[in-house]
Structure formats: structure tokens, C-alpha cells
């Protein structure tokens, strides 16, 4: 007898099977969880505990806004039992197209398999004026919440929140492990606010406007950015009249994110006498940053050292 | 007032504003003190030596290899960097710009050779035309280079800017490298240029004249991807491609002499390179990058060129049939009488 003919029965039984059989089977009831950012991944982690596998769509030193749409993307889309994104627009350029081929109708907008992390948040930034001449806008306002270290704590409920809503079953440990969780932040956030005191007025300059969140928390002060408008490549009329905003300003720091140019920062920094110092904007983006808790006290660090001069 | 003359005198006093501010714009971009002076410089200096190199390209019939050079230079910079990451150096930070710039252009000009190996190679063995050859090849090339762009293979997204050039970003080390083998280029090019014309025009001759002619078109080569490696790691690729072809474009049907189509095209190359970085710094509202800004410059002058060198012919043609058919009367008349 033939190899294929042997195959066919086995290829029909397996396509037969609902796209989740595989997984579930697998990993026994886990819920299959995938996130947006990795720094949702973490929390998620943190939550979920055992009853979660968890997945990254972006790594941590991607454009959050244009992360390249590959098959294998949409593959794990359809494989998810729950989507966590920020919202407020941030994954608006690559997300909503991934979910609508992966036909999984769980994770849907509106459907209680997709986590929103940034509900219930005060969006900064919110536009007056909306239009393609002004960059590439978020209506909804600046969607870096995961920034802002007085964040996790609303980000780690509306995880902890939706994940209950998809699995009761485990609702008791995941406010167990939620409980934990925050307890963790308390004492974290207590030692980031010592910190924010000396970071208080500190005039700086980002390549995008990520920092809406993160300079609130801490006190700083954001001059500009070197992007003329979001999203916009720096254009030279920008980049003289930011050179000269800076020196009037007397700003020490330009704020590079590793998926902007490094040398365009450097050049800048050396006309002006400030310092580059890298912050990420995800959890993975320096090797320091495994956790969210991690990145957040690597961003704050990295700031420190700089006004040290 | 009337209301005819309050707009009028309204738009006169925007009119006097408009005109100092182009002005003060050209004043602000010569001034020594200029904030961006290094990307000027470097785009005046691609602007006026890139075109040289161009010209033998487009009288050799090698635009193709003009657009695949550059592609291929610049996927040997995303295979520099990729291979710094894995041996864990970060190629791009400041503290590595000397071995980057050396290690880069390495990169650039081994692939280019290779390019260039490939395509002689192919067509000395199968016949296959030369152009076919090189839009392989630049296929291949952007294909690889998207293919590392869009991985995750580098550490950093930001890395990869510099595959699309950041004249923005030129450093003073960066511009005295970029000066030095321009300057080079210029230098060899302009000493040898009997023999590289002779060899484009004749090579048959130059190989059956005892010349050396291998020598003559390794050098030729090598001052090619030399000039496309430097300015495409400050510039991009793609304006590369553009000072190599269009300043010989817009001279082509005007010049009578190699001197006059290399001055030319080196002269429009650097007016086009100034024209084009003012552009883009006069209109912020537009952010016209400064490449995009001076390959529209160039654009247009290959247009006005064209329609300049139109109305000469016709004008040509038309003398010269009136001239013809004054004769043919004259002959006429002459035979009545």
C-alpha cells in the first residue's frame, strides 16, 4: 500500500480537530495566553502562575507600533484562549489585522477572550486636533501606559480581571497570586518614588513621544522630541531647531529607545553637550530588563546615572 | 481702509516675511556655526563626485549595476552588523564608530566585488545578457536586506538605520572619512580618465594594445563601489542611485566632450545636492527628507533638459529645412533664369 494512502486517514483526523485540541491536550486546562508586548507576557506570568502558558507577539526591541506581520503571528492568535493588548490604539498598525485572519472568534475586540491592560487608565495627550498632518496620532491619546511605574497596578487588575472572566475556576489563585503581585510593586513603587525626588525637573529630549507616563511619574520635564511629529522622521529644520531648543534649554539628556537611530542621538548629543542615555520601552529591551518590575528599575537607574554628569 | 487694500497690504507684509525667511534660511545653512554643517557638507561632496564615477556607468550601458551596487553594498553593512551581534559587539554605538566605519566598508566592497564577480562570471559562460544579470542581483540583495531588517537576528531595531543612510547624522570622523575618499576617487579618476574612457568606448582595443586593460578595469571597479560604499553608508542607497544616473542624464544630449559631460554632471550633481538640502530645511511644514528633496531637484532638471533639448532639435530641424528649402528655391530661380 502507498505511504499516502496509509497518511490520509491521519491527515483528515487531524485536520478534523478543533483548532485548540493540540494545545489543550498538551498542557492539560492552561489557559493559552498570548500578549501584545512582553511586558503584559510578565504580568501575565506573575497572575496566571501555572495555569497559563504565555506567549510574546513582539519582542522587546521592536517598534511596539509596526511589529512585521509574519504567519506565525496569526498562527499563535489562533491557538489563544485570551489576548492581552494595551489598547488606547498602540497596536493599531499590525494587531487588529492579525486577529481578523486568525478567525478566532475568542479573542475578537469586545469579546471577553481580549484584555484591554490599559482600562480605566487617564490617557495623556489626548489630541484637540486629529489629522494625517499631524504624524501618526493615537485619537485616544499616548498609548505608552506601560511606562508610567505608577502603572502596574491598574495593568495587573485588568490582567488578573480578564483572566478570571475566561478561567473562574482559578479565580481564587489568581487573586492569590495578584495579592502577591502588588505587594511586590508597593514596596517597589515606594523605592521608585525616593528616586523620582532627584530626578525631579530634569529637562530631556526622546526620539518619540513614549514618555508621556514615565517623565509624570518622575518629575521630569520633556523638551521635545527628535521625531518632528509621531512617527515623522526627524527632517533637518527640526533637527537644527531642536539642537538650538536644546542648548537655550540647557537639556543634559536625549532619551534614545533601541528601536531609534543611535548615531542621529549621538550627533545631536555632541552639539549640544547632553548625554544619550537608553531607556527600553518593553520588557526584553536591554538584557537587565527580564520583568516589568525589572525594566522599570532599569529605566529609572539609567536616568540616575545620567544627571550623576 | 478699504477692504481691497487691508488684504492687499496684508498679503504684501507676508510677502516681505515669506522672502526674509527663504533668506535667512540660506543666511542660517552657510553660516560656519550651522548646526547640521557636516550633513552639507557631505551631501555637496556626494553631490559633486558620486555623478564622476555615474558617468561611466550610464555610457557603459550598466544603469542596472548602478541601481545593484548600491543594494549590494548595503546588505554587505546588515551582514557587518549582523556578525558584529554575534560575537556580541554593538557595531553601531559611538564607542565602536572607527572599526564600524572600517569594518562596514569592508563589508560593502567585498559584496560589491562579489556582485561584480558574479555578473562577469555569468555572462562570460552563458551569454546571458549583462542587465539581466543585475536586476538579479539587486533582487537578491533588497531581498536580503529586508529579510535581516525584519528579523529578529539584530539586537536592536535601531542598528538597521543606518542601511537607509542618515545624512542627519553624519559625525565630524564620519565626514573626514567620506571627504578623504571622495577626494581619492576624484583624484584617480580625473589622472586615469584617458585610459577608463578608452577603456568603456574600445575595450577590444585596450585588450589587443598590450594595455592593462585587467588593471585598468579592476581600478575602474574599485573606484565605483568605493564612491557607492562611502556615500550610500552616510546617504542611502537609493540617492546614490540617483546622483550616479541623473546628472549624466541631464547632460547626456548637451555635451560634445568628456570634460564638459564629467564638469557637468558634477556641477549639476552639487547645485542639485545644495538646492535639494535648503529645500528640505526651508519647507519644515512638507519634511521633505534631504535625499527625496534633492532627487526631485534632479528630476526636474533631467525634465527641463529633455524639454531644452527638444526645442533645439526643432528648432534645428526648422533651420535646417528652411535653409533646404531656400536652396532647392535658389536652385530653382537659378535654372528659370
Given at each position: 500500500m502507498k505511504a499516502?494512502?496509509?497518511?490520509?486517514?491521519?491527515?483528515?483526523?487531524?485536520?478534523?480537530?478543533?483548532?485548540?485540541?493540540?494545545?489543550?491536550?498538551?498542557?492539560?486546562?492552561?489557559?493559552?495566553?498570548?500578549?501584545?508586548?512582553?511586558?503584559?507576557?510578565?504580568?501575565?506570568?506573575?497572575?496566571?502562575?501555572?495555569?497559563?502558558?504565555?506567549?510574546?507577539?513582539?519582542?522587546?526591541?521592536?517598534?511596539?507600533?509596526?511589529?512585521?506581520?509574519?504567519?506565525?503571528?496569526?498562527?499563535?492568535?489562533?491557538?489563544?484562549?485570551?489576548?492581552?493588548?494595551?489598547?488606547?490604539?498602540?497596536e493599531h498598525a499590525w494587531l487588529p489585522a492579525l486577529v481578523e485572519v486568525c478567525s478566532n472568534q475568542k479573542i475578537r475586540s469586545g469579546r471577553q477572550g481580549d484584555i484591554i491592560a490599559s482600562e480605566g487608565v487617564v490617557p495623556k495627550d489626548v489630541p484637540t486636533n486629529v489629522g494625517r498632518s499631524?504624524?501618526?496620532?493615537?485619537?485616544?491619546?499616548?498609548?505608552?501606559?506601560n511606562l508610567g511605574p505608577d502603572m502596574g497596578r491598574l495593568m495587573a487588575q485588568n490582567i488578573a480581571k480578564g483572566l478570571t472572566a475566561n478561567a473562574p475556576e482559578y479565580k481564587?489563585?489568581?487573586?492569590a497570586n495578584l495579592a502577591k503581585y502588588l505587594e511586590k510593586l508597593d514596596v517597589k513603587e515606594k523605592e521608585w518614588r525616593e528616586a523620582a525626588a532627584k530626578l525631579k525637573g530634569v529637562k530631556f529630549v526622546s526620539h518619540h513621544p513614549d514618555m508621556a507616563y514615565f517623565a509624570d511619574f518622575l518629575g521630569l520635564e520633556e523638551v521635545g522630541t527628535v521625531e518632528p511629529k509621531p512617527g515623522i522622521p526627524p527632517s533637518s529644520s527640526h533637527t537644527a531647531a531642536l539642537i538650538e531648543e536644546m542648548k537655550t534649554q540647557g537639556v543634559k539628556v536625549i532619551v534614545r529607545e533601541p528601536q531609534y537611530s543611535e548615531k542621529l542621538a549621538n550627533e545631536i548629543a555632541s552639539k549640544t553637550g547632553a548625554k544619550v542615555v537608553k531607556l527600553t520601552v518593553m520588557v526584553g529591551g536591554v538584557p537587565e530588563a527580564k520583568t516589568w518590575i525589572d525594566m522599570i528599575d532599569y529605566n529609572i537607574q539609567a536616568m540616575l546615572e545620567a544627571i550623576k554628569g | 481702509m478699504p477692504l481691497a487694500d487691508a488684504r492687499g497690504s496684508?498679503?504684501?507684509?507676508?510677502?516681505?516675511?515669506?522672502?526674509?525667511?527663504?533668506?535667512?534660511?540660506?543666511?542660517?545653512?552657510?553660516?560656519?556655526?550651522?548646526?547640521?554643517?557636516?550633513?552639507?557638507?557631505?551631501?555637496?561632496?556626494?553631490?559633486?563626485?558620486?555623478?564622476?564615477?555615474?558617468?561611466?556607468?550610464?555610457?557603459?550601458?550598466?544603469?542596472?549595476?548602478?541601481?545593484?551596487?548600491?543594494?549590494?553594498?548595503?546588505?554587505?553593512?546588515?551582514?557587518?552588523?549582523?556578525?558584529?551581534?554575534?560575537?556580541?559587539?554593538?557595531?553601531?554605538?559611538?564607542?565602536?564608530?572607527?572599526?564600524?566605519?572600517?569594518?562596514?566598508?569592508?563589508?560593502?566592497?567585498?559584496l560589491m566585488?562579489?556582485?561584480?564577480?558574479?555578473?562577469?562570471?555569468?555572462?562570460?559562460?552563458?551569454?546571458?545578457?549583462?542587465?539581466?544579470?543585475?536586476?538579479?542581483?539587486?533582487?537578491?540583495?533588497?531581498?536580503?536586506?529586508?529579510?535581516?531588517?525584519?528579523?529578529?537576528?539584530?539586537?536592536?531595531l535601531g542598528m538597521l538605520n543606518v542601511l537607509s543612510g542618515e545624512i542627519l547624522a553624519v559625525?565630524?570622523?564620519?565626514?573626514?572619512?567620506?571627504?578623504?575618499?571622495?577626494?581619492?576617487?576624484?583624484?584617480?579618476?580625473?589622472?586615469?580618465?584617458?585610459?577608463?574612457?578608452?577603456?568603456?568606448?574600445?575595450?577590444?582595443?585596450m585588450y589587443t594594445s598590450h594595455a592593462p586593460a585587467k588593471v585598468l578595469s579592476f581600478v575602474n571597479n574599485l573606484l565605483v563601489c568605493t564612491t557607492i560604499a562611502l556615500g550610500g553608508m552616510s546617504a542611502g542607497p537609493l540617492c546614490i542611485f540617483g546622483f550616479l544616473i541623473?546628472?549624466?542624464?541631464?547632460?547626456?544630449?548637451?555635451?560634445?566632450s568628456m570634460a564638459v559631460l564629467y564638469a557637468g554632471a558634477s556641477l549639476v550633481g552639487l547645485l542639485?545636492?545644495?538646492?535639494?538640502?535648503?529645500?528640505?530645511?526651508?519647507?519644515?511644514?512638507?519634511?521633505?527628507?534631504?535625499?527625496?528633496?534633492?532627487?526631485?531637484?534632479?528630476?526636474?532638471?533631467?525634465?527641463?533638459?529633455?524639454?531644452?533639448?527638444?526645442?533645439?532639435?526643432?528648432?534645428?530641424?526648422?533651420?535646417?529645412?528652411?535653409?533646404?528649402?531656400?536652396?532647392?528655391?535658389?536652385?530653382?530661380?537659378?535654372?528659370?533664369?
Open positions: 499516502t494512502t496509509l497518511l490520509l486517514p491521519l491527515i483528515l483526523a487531524l485536520t478534523m480537530l478543533p483548532p485548540n485540541a493540540g494545545a489543550s491536550e498538551k498542557s492539560g486546562k492552561k489557559l493559552m495566553v498570548i500578549a501584545s508586548i512582553p511586558d503584559f507576557a510578565d504580568m501575565a506570568r506573575e497572575i496566571g502562575g501555572a495555569h497559563v502558558t504565555v506567549e510574546s507577539m513582539a519582542n522587546g526591541t521592536e517598534d511596539v507600533h509596526a511589529v512585521a506581520v509574519r504567519p506565525s503571528l496569526a498562527a499563535k492568535l489562533a491557538r489563544a484562549d485570551v489576548l492581552i493588548e494595551m489598547g488606547l490604539e498602540n499631524q504624524g501618526e496620532q493615537h485619537p485616544a491619546g499616548n498609548p505608552h501606559v481564587a489563585d489568581f487573586e | 496684508e498679503l504684501e507684509r507676508l510677502r516681505i516675511i515669506g522672502e526674509a525667511n527663504v533668506l535667512q534660511k540660506l543666511w542660517e545653512i552657510l553660516n560656519l556655526d550651522f548646526p547640521l554643517r557636516n550633513s552639507l557638507y557631505a551631501s555637496l561632496l556626494i553631490g559633486a563626485v558620486v555623478p564622476l564615477v555615474g558617468v561611466h556607468l550610464v555610457l557603459g550601458r550598466r544603469v542596472i549595476m548602478a541601481i545593484a551596487l548600491p543594494q549590494g553594498a548595503t546588505l554587505g553593512v546588515a551582514l557587518t552588523l549582523l556578525a558584529g551581534a554575534m560575537c556580541g559587539v554593538n557595531l553601531s554605538d559611538q564607542a565602536h564608530e572607527t572599526m564600524f566605519f572600517g569594518v562596514a566598508l569592508l563589508g560593502a566592497l567585498l566585488a562579489l556582485c561584480l564577480l558574479w555578473e562577469a562570471i555569468q555572462h562570460a559562460r552563458f551569454a546571458i545578457a549583462r542587465d539581466a544579470e543585475s536586476a538579479g542581483i539587486y533582487a537578491i540583495a533588497a531581498a536580503g536586506v529586508m529579510a535581516l531588517a525584519a528579523s529578529r537576528a539584530v539586537p536592536e559625525s565630524d570622523q564620519n565626514l573626514i572619512w567620506l571627504a578623504a575618499g571622495m577626494i581619492t576617487v576624484t583624484v584617480v579618476l580625473l589622472w586615469l580618465r584617458h585610459a577608463l574612457i578608452a577603456l568603456l568606448f574600445d575595450p577590444a582595443l541623473l546628472p549624466s542624464l541631464v547632460l547626456l544630449p548637451f555635451a560634445r542639485c545636492a545644495f538646492g535639494g538640502f535648503y529645500l528640505s530645511y526651508l519647507q519644515e511644514d512638507w519634511n521633505v527628507p534631504v535625499s527625496a528633496a534633492q532627487l526631485l531637484l534632479l528630476g526636474c532638471a533631467v525634465l527641463i533638459s529633455r524639454l531644452c533639448a527638444t526645442a533645439y532639435g526643432l528648432l534645428r530641424d526648422n533651420a535646417q529645412a528652411r535653409a533646404q528649402t531656400n536652396g532647392n528655391n535658389g536652385g530653382a530661380a537659378e535654372q528659370t533664369a
